[in-house]
């Protein structure tokens, strides 16, 4: 009881600190997103316009992340028996395909900048992205140290670092248009933008869509899993074996354990939930134990 409390109070406190940096986070970026806008059709700036576009997911990622930790803390009930945790992963899902969308909308775009290039103002554009460049920069730092306890703030973190490769790019792209007067550098930047942040847009898709199906976490051996728990003392075999995680950092094991002539069940037990947690850091396991020990309760076989 006092490990499972020690364990909430961590979570809570992991929570509470994500909720305070994201809050941070979506107070410099929902302002900076209102200037980028307008500077980007005061300055005619594709590019900005795109920036502006990944800074809005920010702002929609850092809210959503925010409602998915206080609905996360919501007890669990008869209705919902795991609580609200995986809203975090459905959020994070959410995010990845508003980020496929708004780059097909720049891609679109900038086609049509292709064919009719327009006036830019290279050196309004220039300081925008120079102030775009320390928000994002210092959102990022104030989402560091949650990125890898939770799929929604690494989502955040994701789209604020592309964000701020984007500002790079956009004061790149305003220098050049700015001595050279090659107006066609705007939807170059803006494409090349988008193209930098849908591979990590991939990945984050395909993690979350691997937690929704209950697919094994990345980094984990099924088959190195059966095999460590075969070779145990007083088991004969393994079946029904699954491994899922809830939330990216909670990971559970299920699995059936057909024992040997003599094992005692509870003592088999045991010593696979300490195997599962030294060995693989799987802390939520059940195993059920199926045959007959010799002077030893007896667990019902389920599977004939």
Same mark, same amino acid.
């Given at each position: 009881?006092?490990?499972?409390?020690?364990?909430?109070? %961590?979570?809570?406190?992991?929570?509470?600190?994500?909720?305070?940096?994201?809050?941070?986070?979506?107070?410099?970026?929902?302002?900076?997103?209102?200037?980028?806008?307008?500077?980007?059709?005061?300055?005619?700036?594709?590019?900005?316009?795109?920036?502006?576009?990944?800074?809005?997911?920010?702002?929609?990622?850092?809210?959503?992340?925010?409602?998915?930790?206080?609905?996360?803390?919501?007890?669990?009930?008869?209705?919902?028996?795991?609580?609200?945790?995986?809203?975090?992963?459905?959020?994070?899902?959410?995010?990845?395909?508003?980020?496929?969308?708004?780059?097909?909308?720049?891609?679109?775009?900038?086609?049509?900048?292709?064919?009719?290039?327009?006036?830019?103002?290279?050196?309004?554009?220039?300081?925008?992205?120079?102030?775009?460049?320390?928000?994002?920069?210092?959102?990022?730092?104030?989402?560091?140290?949650?990125?890898?306890?939770?799929?929604?703030?690494?989502?955040?973190?994701?789209?604020?670092?592309?964000?701020?490769?984007?500002?790079?790019?956009?004061?790149?792209?305003?220098?050049?248009?700015?001595?050279?007067?090659?107006?066609?550098?705007?939807?170059?930047?803006?494409?090349?933008?988008?193209?930098?942040?849908?591979?990590?847009?991939?990945?984050?898709?395909?993690?979350?869509?691997?937690?929704?199906?209950?697919?094994?976490?990345?980094?984990?051996?099924?088959?190195?899993?059966?095999?460590?728990?075969?070779?145990?003392?007083?088991? %004969?075999?393994?079946?029904?074996?699954?491994?899922?995680?809830?939330?990216?950092?909670?990971?559970?094991?299920?699995?059936?354990?057909?024992?040997?002539?003599?094992?005692?069940?509870?003592?088999?037990?045991?010593?696979?939930?300490?195997?599962?947690?030294?060995?693989?850091?799987?802390?939520?396991?059940?195993?059920?134990?199926?045959?007959?020990?010799?002077?030893?309760?007896?667990?019902?076989?389920?599977?004939?």
């Amino acid at each position: 009881m006092n490990d499972h409390a020690e364990g909430g109070h %961590a979570h809570d406190h992991t929570a509470g600190a994500n909720a305070r940096s994201l809050s941070w986070a979506l107070a410099l970026t929902s302002t900076y997103l209102v200037a980028e806008v307008v500077g980007a059709f005061v300055f005619n700036s594709l590019a900005l316009l795109s920036d502006a576009a990944h800074m809005m997911t920010d702002v929609v990622a850092l809210v959503i992340a925010l409602m998915a930790i206080r609905l996360g803390r919501k007890a669990a009930d008869d209705r919902r028996t795991f609580g609200y945790r995986r809203f975090e992963i459905l959020a994070a899902a959410f995010n990845a395909l508003l980020l496929f969308a708004v780059a097909i909308y720049v891609l679109v775009e900038a086609v049509t900048r292709f064919q009719s290039p327009q006036p830019i103002q290279a050196t309004g554009m220039m300081i925008v992205a120079v102030i775009g460049l320390a928000v994002n920069i210092i959102a990022m730092r104030l989402l560091t140290s949650g990125k890898n306890a939770s799929f929604n703030v690494k989502g955040a973190y994701l789209e604020v670092w592309a964000d701020m490769i984007g500002s790079v790019g956009v004061i790149a792209g305003a220098l050049a248009i700015r001595f050279t007067g090659w107006t066609w550098v705007d939807p170059i930047v803006a494409v090349a933008i988008g193209l930098w942040v849908l591979p990590r847009t991939w990945i984050l898709l395909r993690d979350t869509i691997n937690v929704l199906l209950e697919g094994v976490p990345a980094g984990i051996d099924l088959k190195q899993i059966r095999s460590t728990l075969t070779q145990e003392a007083g088991v %004969a075999g393994v079946h029904d074996l699954h491994v899922w995680s809830m939330t990216n950092n909670e990971v559970s094991c299920t699995a059936h354990v057909t024992l040997l002539d003599g094992a005692h069940p509870g003592d088999v037990r045991r010593r696979l939930t300490m195997l599962l947690e030294e060995r693989f850091e799987i802390e939520h396991s059940t195993i059920q134990t199926e045959g007959f020990g010799a002077g030893c309760d007896e667990t019902p076989r389920l599977h004939p």
